[in-house]
T-cell receptor, first 118, second 112 residues
Framework: AQTVTQSQPEMSVQEAETVTLSCTYD???????LFWYKQPPSRQMILVIR??????QNATENRFSVNFQKAAKSFSLKISDSQLGDAAMYFC???????????????FGTGTRLKVLA | AAGVIQSPRHLIKEKRETATLKCYPI?????VYWYQQGPGQDPQFLIS???????DKGSIPDRFSAQQFSDYHSELNMSSLELGDSALYFC???????????FGPGTRLTVT
């Protein structure tokens, strides 16, 4: 069974600095998708970034980028130029390919709470 | 752009009562997911539907049932409510081929 592990329950970053949130996963599948979701105090779940396992190039969305290491099964999120509005819970999520696994389920990590210090 | 709509946003029920949560996915999305999130916890997958058929089942109690209707909206029915059912219930939708899952604002259920 697939698992997602976020080993950092909480992280802090100074405003305008860069922070990296860690995520590792375990799977026997070769085709899958990885995501980072942000959950601010409003508790709305917001998709931040996605990465397809078959793509070697790391995904980037403005100040957010990932370091995807397929062999190591690692998927970290880097937030550059941190802003106060980035303060939230960040969840890493895995989704296998429905074609090969027949499942549509997303598996979430336990989350990392990011604090941004002014 | 249209988002996932959930109703009601807040619901207060007593123990042993029944609750029905509704979800309206993003137009043209073919997959709906239900999650339960307790305080300080990650979202726990309950159940999903692809093209109105149940596609995956997670940790959904037998007291809960769900279905997806012909217009693609989905309902989560919860019976014999317990105090432990108090949580935020999210609905999410996606196009199965794009894999991006979008969440609704959630329904906060309080069981007293």
């Amino acid at each position: 069974a697939q698992t997602v592990t976020q080993s950092q329950p909480e992280m802090s970053v100074q405003e305008a600095e860069t922070v990296t949130l860690s995520c590792t996963y375990d799977t026997s599948e070769s085709d899958y998708y990885l995501f980072w979701y942000k959950q601010p105090p409003s508790r709305q779940m917001i998709l931040v970034i996605r990465q397809e396992a078959y793509k070697q190039q790391n995904a980037t969305e403005n100040r957010f980028s990932v370091n995807f290491q397929k062999a190591a099964k690692s998927f970290s999120l880097k937030i550059s130029d941190s802003q106060l509005g980035d303060a939230a819970m960040y969840f890493c999520a895995y989704r296998g390919s429905s074609v090969t696994s027949g499942t549509y389920k997303y598996i979430f990590g336990t989350g990392t709470r990011l604090k941004v210090l002014a | 752009a249209a988002g996932v709509i959930q109703s009601p946003r807040h619901l207060i029920k007593e123990k042993r009562e029944t609750a029905t949560l509704k979800c309206y996915p993003i137009p043209r999305h073919d997959t709906v997911y239900w999650y339960q999130q307790g305080p300080g916890q990650d979202p726990q997958f309950l159940i999903s539907f692809y093209e109105k058929m149940q596609s995956d089942k997670g940790s959904i109690p037998d007291r809960f049932s769900a279905q997806q209707f012909s217009d693609y909206h989905s309902e989560l029915n919860m019976s014999s409510l317990e105090l432990g059912d108090s949580a935020l219930y999210f609905c999410a939708s996606s196009l199965v081929m794009t894999y991006e899952q979008y969440f609704g604002p959630g329904t906060r259920l309080t069981v007293t």
